[in-house]
């Protein structure tokens, strides 16, 4: 019998999402950043994410840090749709061991992400693991989009720049915990540019570069003296790490010179283009089941 290892994550997630119903209201299902719901002119954004001790944090992280990136995860997949926050809702799965104190971080850690980028926790679940299981935190959130700002995966053209945010590689020493959701900064593209497509880096470029192409429909052409690396990262670090929470977008607006008068304490860089065909391949990403 084949285990989810041999399978993968992204097979995983075909496999078991290929079958879902998806009504008229349904505007975007699985595979995107958000899910995207509704009729009128704003639409719903909807997205769940889960932080798991020991594979997103580790065990001596402060709780402040996890709660800020538990929260900041989803308020990036809004960003990353041209959204913003709304409710959140928060399991807490728990081994009876954890302290009081631990929690209580946590919790101020979410509100503090919170009151900075907007979103407010409305309600969620607590429910008890055995001891000595590893903590989780899922938080499920509803967002909103106008209509005419939403962007998804699967836009991007021949011919069009990829573009990212910021500087990638190197999470592992911290940055990861700290993050900030570019939420602003989707919401300067989506209103004074014209994006094709657009996801946040979570799972590393290697990973997440493919998925834009492959549901957009066409190749890429990467630039890899042009990527931008974090200090002390190497080029490999950048293509592969993960986790950066960075905007990874596509356009064929020529922004850098908007950009760097808009927010001129970060930059982006155009790192490659769209081509019709198959065009580069880059192996590596984080996945799940196959580490």
């Known amino acids: 019998m084949k285990s989810v290892r041999q399978l993968g994550e ?3 997630i075909a496999r078991i999402c290929g079958d879902l119903p998806k ?17 009128g002119e704003e639409l719903v954004l909807l997205k769940t994410d889960a932080v798991v001790a020991g594979i997103h944090f580790l065990h001596d992280a402060k709780s402040t840090r996890v709660g800020w990136k538990a929260v900041a995860r989803v308020l ?3 960003a990353a749709m041209g959204g913003e926050p ?7 799965a728990l081994a009876p061991e954890v302290s009081v104190d631990w929690v209580d971080g ?5 509100s503090s992400c919170l009151e900075q980028h907007g979103g407010v926790i409305v309600g969620g679940e607590t429910t008890s693991l055995p001891e000595g299981t590893p903590t989780m935190v899922s938080v499920a959130g509803k967002g909103r989009v106008a209509r005419a700002n939403l962007v998804t995966r699967s836009g991007g053209r021949p011919g069009d720049d990829i573009y990212v945010t910021g500087r990638l590689g190197g999470s592992i020493h911290g940055k990861h915990l700290d993050f900030t959701p570019r939420l602003r900064e989707a919401a300067w593209l ?14 590393g470029l ?4 493919p998925r834009l192409a492959q549901m957009s429909g066409v190749g890429f052409e990467l630039n ?17 790490d993960g986790e950066d929470y960075e905007l990874l977008f596509t356009s064929s607006d020529d922004l850098k010179p908007a950009w760097d008068e808009k927010f001129p304490e970060l930059e982006i860089t155009r790192i490659g283009t769209l081509i019709e065909g198959a065009g580069d391949s880059i192996e590596g990403g984080w996945d799940h089941f196959q580490r």
């Open 86 to 92: 709304g409710e959140l809702l928060i399991t807490l």
């Open 76 to 78: 990036s997949d809004f």
């Open 224 to 240: 890899r003296d042009s990527l931008p690396c974090s200090e002390g990262s190497t080029l490999e670090q950048a293509i592969d």
């Open 106 to 110: 946590l919790y101020r850690g979410m």
């Open 10 to 12: 992204d097979n995983l």
């Open 23 to 39: 009504p008229a209201h349904v505007l975007v299902g699985p595979g995107d950043d958000c899910a995207v719901v509704g009729a």
């Open 190 to 203: 989506v209103n004074n540019s014209r994006i094709t497509a657009m996801m946040d880096l979570s799972d």
């Open 206 to 209: 290697a990973k997440d570069l």
